[in-house]
């Protein structure tokens, strides 16, 4: 299944300028809002959120939403990197896990070694390599109880892999 809503940096691929290589150390933000309709809060919607350059890797993220579940709040979602293909994130490569956003809140990644989980990653098939652009993307894993309209908010820190992976 492709992706069903996009960003508007990931509809038009629109990615933050080049990293340079002397940047190794630095952390670079991203930041991108996305409008989510009642249809798109089904289990297995994908969510483009956010292209990062080539050459980089996210090393924090945070996810912000409004009300997207006017019921009992059971909507969860994962957030990672997208495939190639664009059907589904990479095993692996995910920032959190089955969070439940159906209430207004923030989630923050909650893997300490994001960064260091690309050498897996990106072993995989149709795994973006490190000279192609990293799209991250949301994917619905528990439908909401009683589907909202709302937006959600993500700001990636990332940094270029220069000095590493």
């Known amino acids: 299944m492709p992706m069903n809503i996009m960003s508007d940096q990931v509809a038009n ?14 952390h670079m933000v991203a930041q991108a809002t996305l409008a989510v309709g009642t249809a798109n809060v089904a289990a297995g919607q994908l ?22 579940d006017s019921g009992t709040s059971v909507l969860a979602v994962s957030v990672g990197v997208l495939n190639t293909l664009e059907t589904d994130l990479i095993a692996g490569s995910n920032c959190f896990t089955g969070k439940v956003i159906g209430v207004p809140g923030m989630q923050r990644a909650d893997v300490p ?17 490190i000279h192609q652009p990293i799209v991250i993307a949301a994917k619905v ?5 009683v589907a909202a309209s709302g937006a959600v ?8 892999t220069a000095f590493g992976l």
């Open 13 to 26: 691929r629109k990615t933050r300028p080049p990293a340079s290589p002397y940047s190794g150390g630095e």
């Open 47 to 68: 969510w483009g959120l956010i292209v990062l350059p080539p050459e980089t890797l996210p090393v924090d993220l945070h996810f912000y939403n409004e009300e997207l």
């Open 113 to 129: 070694d994001m960064f260091f989980k690309a050498a897996t990653w990106r072993q995989q098939a149709n795994a973006p390599q």
């Open 141 to 145: 894993t528990v439908a909401a109880n």
């Open 153 to 160: 908010f993500i700001t990636c820190q990332y940094r270029p």
